[in-house]
């Protein structure tokens, strides 16, 4: 597996313009948002690296459908590659494209917008970012195993725009209806978003969110599983 | 690669077939694509599987290598069941269509390819010389003309050193020189006692390069056995020249000969040995300028088959 992982991580280090249009708009955004209060800093910060961390993972998931459509997994499936091993490695490439939008949004977060967090809680909020990331980006996985081409980038946007607008990624919840807030508090983008901004405001990570996150990084990997073994019929 | 699925792989290897395809059956919708394929394939022997347009080969072919399972019948390759050969490097394949991934050179997805199979792959360089892409290994895959890309495509079914090679349609791309070499490149690999298994929609191209010949049609197996038996069935090849004064009931007597015609100013002779009509021709002195000799119509030759079938001779 190591050299499947190697090798798509070297055709990803190659999509040089894929790579930087996915990390235009969340530094676009980050520089937008104006200062304020720490509590403001903190939100502008992890929903920011959030986002670009939500859009990489969920693009890794669509490029696997477009991949299917070129072969690519029907090649993979004819060598001895285990089908868990080819898995793994796709969801660890989510996981590796997901640093480059947490660490720059970090960065000028640091250094430009001097947001005031200890050593400590950098630490603790980019392993939030990181690893709050998963379930999504094993819905991601599910996206591109299940959908064709075209489907999954219509559902990829959705899942993208849909869930971060849902989840108050950056407009708070207090504007939606009461409905759409309790319903709210169920999305993972949500619970991504409330996870992060705890820890990143030095709290403890908060209960709800914490098992929102990993009901959904439980429901999710069953889901990649699944779409992984359907896929394979039809590959 | 599991250490268990290697070690089974060893313990059901002896003496089992390389394929083993039973009463296959598979239907697409209303498509009924296979109906009832069987076939068994030696350790060893190189098989190609004839057949036009439709008949049901990739289908089969696809069975075969474990993309997915037929709706009844059994396939078996050394004895397992087929993802499980292929997980145990038993196999290399080359499908009939499929472009390659962008972003990677010819040398990386080679070496690539080559890697999952472990200690069995022969050097990567040596692989990109059989398929006559070492030219090529710093380009792009993705950047490469049909006929090259096809060439990756072989090298990536031998990459492996797998015993058995499964090849759709192998040369379709190709022009004549590459269609060539990439035949001696596959006997040469056979000749290393590895199996070898072909479709084709030329019978000129399954004789030339196959010890057996199975013809599908229909999504049927209507002939399988040797070139020789399966031309004679097919109506063989045709031996054509200028028409001059050659009598008609001494050409019929030549060996070989099934039927003579004349057409055009051209006499044309039906042979199952076009060789030995061409020796005997030479031999009796008849004139035979503007000589042509070529494979029956492919056609004609299923029609011959398919009839023959019907009436409960071959297949
Ligand atoms: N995925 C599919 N969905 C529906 N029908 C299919 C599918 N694949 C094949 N078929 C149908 O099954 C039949 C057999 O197709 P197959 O591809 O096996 O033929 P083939 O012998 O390989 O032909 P060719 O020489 O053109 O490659 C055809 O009628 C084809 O239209
Ligand atoms: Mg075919």
């Known amino acids: ?235 | 690669m599991t250490k268990s699925a290697v070690s089974e792989a060893v313990a059901t290897d002896a003496g089992a077939p390389a394929v083993s395809c039973e009463d296959l059956v598979k239907s697409f919708g209303r498509v009924e694509a296979v109906r009832g394929v069987r076939f068994a394939v030696r350790p060893g022997e190189t098989v190609a599987v004839l057949g036009p347009n439709g008949a049901g080969k990739s289908t089969t072919v696809h069975m075969m290598l474990g993309l997915f399972p037929p709706d009844a019948g059994s396939i078996e390759l050394f004895g397992m069941a087929p993802e499980k050969a292929v997980r145990a490097g038993r196999v290399g394949a080359m499908l009939q269509e499929g472009q390659l991934v962008p972003r990677v050179t010819v040398g990386e997805l080679v070496g690539f390819v080559a890697g999952t199979y472990g200690s069995q792959a022969p050097a990567v360089p040596h692989t990109l010389e059989l398929a006559q892409i070492a030219d090529l290994a710093g380009r792009r895959v993705d950047k490469l003309s049909g006929g090259q890309m096809q060439r990756v495509r072989f090298a990536l079914a031998l990459a492996g050193g797998a015993r058995l090679v499964v090849l759709d349609e192998p040369t379709a791309a190709l022009d004549v020189e590459s269609r060539r070499q990439l035949w001696k490149a596959m006997r040469d690999y056979a000749a290393k006692g590895n199996t070898v298994v072909f479709t084709t929609h030329y019978l000129e191209e399954a004789d030339d390069n196959a010890d057996r010949i199975i013809v599908i049609a229909k999504g049927q197996v209507i002939a399988d056995g040797p070139a020789e038996e399966i031309k004679k069935a097919a109506g063989g090849r045709t031996v054509a020249f200028r028409h001059e004064d050659q009598d008609p009931d001494e050409l019929a007597a030549l060996p070989g000969v099934n039927e003579v015609k004349v057409l055009h100013g051209r006499v044309v002779l039906t042979t199952t040995d076009s060789d030995a009509t061409v020796a005997a021709l030479a031999g009796a002195g008849l004139p035979m300028r503007d000589l042509e000799v070529a494979g029956a119509d492919l056609e004609d030759a299923f029609v011959a088959l398919t009839s023959a079938s019907a009436e409960g001779g071959a297949g």
């Open chain 1, 1 to 235: 597996m190591p050299a499947y992982l190697r090798l798509e991580l070297r055709r990803l280090a190659r999509d040089g313009g894929y790579l930087m249009a996915s990390l235009v708009v969340p530094v676009a955004i980050y520089l937008f948002l104006g200062q304020g209060s720490h509590g403001d800093l903190v939100q502008n910060l992890v929903g920011t690296a959030g986002f670009g961390a939500l859009g990489v993972v969920v693009t890794n998931g669509t490029s696997i459908a477009e991949d299917r459509s070129r072969g690519w997994l029907r090649l993979l499936r004819l060598t001895p590659l285990s089908p868990l091993d080819v898995v793994v490695a796709r969801g660890l490439c989510a996981m590796v494209l997901a640093v480059l939008p947490i660490a720059l949004i970090s960065l000028l977060g640091a250094f430009y917008k001097h947001v005031p967090l200890g050593a400590g809680e950098w630490v603790a909020t980019l392993l939030a970012l990181w690893f709050g990331i998963a379930p999504l980006a094993l819905l991601g996985l599910s996206v591109g195993y299940l959908c064709e081409a075209r489907m999954a980038q219509v559902v990829g946007t959705l899942v993208y725009v849909g869930l971060s607008l849902l989840g108050g990624l950056f407009v708070g919840l207090d504007s939606f209806p009461g409905w759409l807030r309790a319903l709210a508090k169920f999305n993972p983008v949500y619970g991504y978003g409330e996870f992060t901004r705890k820890v990143g405001e030095g709290g403890a990570p908060p209960a709800l969110s914490t098992f929102v996150l990993l009901a959904w990084t439980a429901a999710f990997a069953a889901l990649a599983a699944f779409a992984y073994r359907r896929s394979g019929r039809y590959s």
